[in-house]
């Protein structure tokens, strides 16, 4: 490719402000203005302008190049060199060089130690994803000079996978919801921000939890790292429930087990612990408490294992709601969820690290979430992997597509380590071990694992993206079905009768007709279909008859289907009727009621004409001995229960 002089790109720069084609970025960054006076300035603007890129996307792979410590242009010779034809095509060779940049850049730079806290960090990440929304030199700038930069669910799953702390291919989608919720479906950067400080607070927390000597000597056996702990503050106490008794205590979870130390006067008892890791046949749900063993209050988590005599029933209370009590389930089950995954498909040493470093990082992301979200609008299991996964249609598939990529990786490993990174991200492993901690008894040493290969690759859907792009499919349609279903299910009989009615429509207006034939309101119309029916009867063709009606049926549903297929199902309007008290609602369920009697007595009454008709039994005076007298009243005195 033909590279432009100095001179020329300069001029080409100075156009491009001049002209106001970066006024969208001026007006709000003076970062960017700083990077094209620079690169104006620069002997070598030159080879930092790539042609086929737009102005951000540039801006973005010249800060990638200094990361990298190469120029642009190098990185693009790379890049042709290593990318296969299909990468390189022109429809789509913009964005895949552009990834191809941000997932090298972001490899190397997740490895230094406090990279979340650094602000050119998060700037550079939410840039990417920027730049990936308009990445050729054709696309035009998303917003307006007086609009803020935000970023599409498309870029921000793309991206964002890379850093495995940030974000995972399996809940990207759900955490992007999360983060986008009220700013109509885009992320803001302010939001950006928060949750990336967010997730360095949980981190430096993660790694400052304390424990007392007890508990320190048994989890040390096996290396465990403490995860969460709760019970510590007075004012959100743990209690444990043993049959009628309650105790006050600390609950705490590693990556293994849940450990609950019961509060004495000065100091805290010998810890029981909880085993997740160990195929116990564990039961970990939620669980209904209240005093002297009473079930009022759903706040509380039942452990069930083989190796309890009786369960565990740990509550969290809270004055409302149960939000604290659904985190914690959650992340219990994360961990158990994950050494079943692991015990399921026989994951060993780097591999095992690196599954159990993926319930971590979940664990981190919903601490994170919590801070800058309202807790109650925050479906916990929804952004935890293993849980997510336990839920969706098809999960079973995605825990067998991440066991495939674990048993490649030291594949992959070695093709990475031959193509220095290559066009791969960072490793969920490699991200919890840059963040200070270690996890699992592996004594693989950290060089030996390098740059492992990620779940995103260039220009490409990996493996893992489709099995968890078709799961999501199959569950939003069945979310759809049931949010149909759901749809007519109303509370208050009134509201429901309603309903019925509205349903019944086409039934109803069909009865009336048959009543106007049969009352001869119109005598031409009735005339006609008696002399029709009486026809069809005396040839003997009412069996043929209804054998039409339903072969007409058919005939209508087949053309339905295929007229309105695509079109939206007109919805059913329904007039809600006018809101009730109490009094006004229990009159009008006594008033049903009476009808529903009255509506079973006057079918008795028929019936009972009937079996008079079919026995010739004529009605005599009698005395009737039944609780009610209306059937005899209604008969000539005539009853079963009567005694002649």
């Known amino acids: 490719m033909a590279t432009p002089t100095v001179s020329k790109t300069r001029s080409m720069l100075e156009g491009l402000v001049r002209e106001g084609s970066f006024k969208w970025l001026l007006g709000k960054r003076s970062s960017f203005n700083e990077e094209l006076q620079e690169m104006e300035r620069s002997p070598s603007a030159g080879r930092n302008w790539i042609a086929e890129l737009s102005p951000l996307a540039n801006l973005v792979v010249r800060r990638c190049s200094k990361i990298l410590g190469v120029s642009a242009s190098e990185l693009q010779e790379s890049f042709n060199a290593e990318a296969s034809d299909s990468l390189k095509h022109h429809s789509c060779y913009a964005r895949n060089f552009l990834e191809y940049c941000c997932f090298r850049a972001l490899a190397l730079s997740t490895q230094v130690t406090g990279h979340l806290g650094d602000k050119k960090f998060r700037r550079l990440t939410y840039d990417m994803m920027l730049a990936w929304e308009t990445p050729a030199v054709a696309c035009q700038p998303l917003l307006n000079v007086d609009e803020d930069f935000t970023v599409g669910l498309e870029a921000f799953s793309r991206i964002a996978p890379a850093v495995p702390i940030i974000a995972n291919v399996i809940i990207s989608e759900n955490l992007f919801e999360v983060l986008s ?8 950067f302010s939001i950006y921000e928060k949750y990336l400080s967010g997730l360095e607070r949980a981190i430096k927390k993660m790694k400052t939890q304390s424990d007392s000597s007890l508990l320190s000597t048994v989890r040390l056996l096996r290396r465990e790292k403490i995860l969460e702990v709760d019970g510590t503050v007075t004012t959100q106490p743990v209690l444990e429930h043993v049959g009628i008794s309650t105790w006050p205590g600390r609950v705490t979870l590693t990556d293994h087990a849940l450990y609950y130390e019961a509060l004495r006067v000065v100091s805290y008892d010998k810890p029981k612990t909880y085993d997740l890791a160990d195929d116990l046949k564990q039961i970990v749900n939620p669980e209904l408490t209240g005093p002297w063993g009473t079930r009022l209050f759903d706040k509380a988590v039942l452990y069930k294992s083989i190796s309890l005599s ?80 336990d839920q969706l249609p098809g999960g079973d598939l995605i825990l067998e597509t991440l066991a495939n990529i674990s048993s490649l990786r030291k594949l992959d490993r ?22 200070g901690f270690m996890l699992g008894t592996s004594s693989t040493d950290l060089n030996e ?96 008859t209804f054998g039409l009606m339903i072969i007409l049926l058919a005939i209508f549903m087949v053309l339905t289907r295929f007229c309105n297929q695509g079109r939206p199902v007109d919805e059913i309007k329904v007039t809600a009727p006018p809101p009730m008290n109490t009094v006004e609602q229990l009159l009008a369920v006594q008033d049903a009621i009476s009808q529903a009697e009255q509506f079973i007595q006057d079918g008795n009454i028929v019936l009972l004409k009937f079996r008079g008709l079919l026995l010739s039994i004529f009605p005599q005076v009698s005395l009737c001995h039944s609780p009610s007298r209306i059937a005899c009243l209604r008969f000539s005195n005539f009853c079963p229960l009567c005694i002649s």
């Open 414 to 435: 070695t093709n990475s380590d031959k193509t220095g990174g290559g066009m791969h991200s960072i490793s969920a492993r490699a991200m919890v071990s840059n963040l």
């Open 449 to 544: 694992a390098g740059l492992v290969v990620g779940e995103t690759a260039v220009g490409e859907m990996s493996s893992l993206e489709k099995v968890v792009k078709e799961s999501q499919s199959s569950f939003k349609k069945a979310v759809l079905a049931q949010e149909t279903v759901d749809g007519v299910k109303v509370d208050g009989i009134d509201t429901n009768l309603a309903v019925m009615k509205e349903l019944l429509l086409p039934v109803m207006e069909i009865g009336r007709w048959l009543i106007s034939l049969i009352h001869w309101d119109d005598p031409m119309k009735s005339l006609v279909f008696c002399l029709v029916l009486t026809y069809i009867i005396w040839r003997g063709w009412l069996g043929y």
């Open 310 to 389: 009786e369960p565990a029933v740990i509550e969290f209370p809270e004055l409302k709601g149960h939000t604290r009590r659904d985190y914690w389930l959650a992340v219990i089950r994360e961990i158990l969820f994950v050494h079943r995954f692991i015990k399921k498909f026989k994951i060993s040493g780097v591999e095992r690290d690196a599954a159990l470093s993926l319930a971590v990082l979940g664990i981190l992301r919903l601490q994170a979430i919590q801070e800058i979200i309202s807790v109650n609008s925050v479906h916990c299991e929804t952004l935890l992997i293993f849980n997510l996964c």
């Open 181 to 188: 919720v009220g700013t109509d479906g885009r992320l803001q």
